[in-house]
């Protein structure tokens, strides 16, 4: 089994508990637009992705338009909400103090937006200077493609074989899998269902976990 050098966190959903108030957002925008969801239904089909391939497929599926001013939208009410509805995931300081192995984010999340979350939820100085944003470094394509993770790997001159991902979406999943490195399934955020773990399972993750304190018994278990 492959060593494990540099773990890689997502952020929405794993360090901060931001998806649920995403998907909230979202639903209502989208409704009022025309296209009837809920916040659990975009929970369940479209986390890990960005709004803009979300409202492709929505587009898609449904045969209806919906206007692309929607997604300034839905940025501007979330850096409202996040200012007094955002926390952060329990454990995460714990977990990454005792972390031992090198460690960095690789999110669909502007860098803007992680580190305004990460500042309110008072974890930036865990993570400044370890952030890679899909849209902002190498090709700029967003999960479900692996690029992100590959390019923070080459940063980290570490082989993917020996990445270790903290993800949970399935979409994030399956792009961290084709970057040809190990999954850890994560539920332990406020948007999560019932079959989330199991669909983290099929999607590529070897296990899953719902609190970070299960995250060091968990490596030593997966024998890194």
Not at 48 to 62: M, S
Not at 105 to 113: D, E, P, Q, V, W
Not at 158 to 165: A, H, I, L, Y
Request: aromatic content about 6%; glycine content about 6%.
């Amino acid at each position: 089994m492959s060593k494990s050098e540099l773990v890689i966190f997502d952020c929405d959903g794993v360090l901060v508990d931001s998806e649920y108030i995403t998907s909230q957002i979202n639903a209502e925008l989208l409704t009022k637009s025309g296209y009837v969801t809920t916040a659990e239904e975009l929970a369940t089909r479209y986390t890990g992705l960005v709004l803009v391939d979300i409202i492709k497929a929505i587009e898609k599926e449904a045969n209806i338009p919906i206007s692309a001013h929607l997604i300034d939208m839905s940025e501007s009410l979330f850096m409202e909400r996040i200012k007094t509805d955002l926390n952060a995931i329990d454990g995460v300081r714990q977990n990454i103090v005792h972390l031992r192995l090198p460690y960095c984010i690789c999110s669909n999340s502007s860098s803007r937006n992680i580190q305004t979350m990460l500042m309110l939820t008072d974890l930036y100085d865990l993570f400044a200077e370890r952030i890679f944003s899909a849209p902002e470094v190498g090709t700029m394509r967003s999960k479900p493609a692996p690029d992100v993770f590959l390019y923070a790997a080459t940063q980290h001159q570490v082989d993917p074989s020996n990445v270790t991902v903290l993800e949970d979406s399935v979409h994030g999943t399956k792009a961290a899998k084709s970057a040809g490195m190990r999954v850890i399934g994560f539920t332990g955020g406020r948007h999560a269902w019932s079959g989330l773990a199991n669909s983290l399972i099929e999607a590529g993750a070897e296990t899953t976990i719902s609190h970070h304190v299960e995250f060091p018994a968990v490596l030593e278990t997966m024998k890194y």
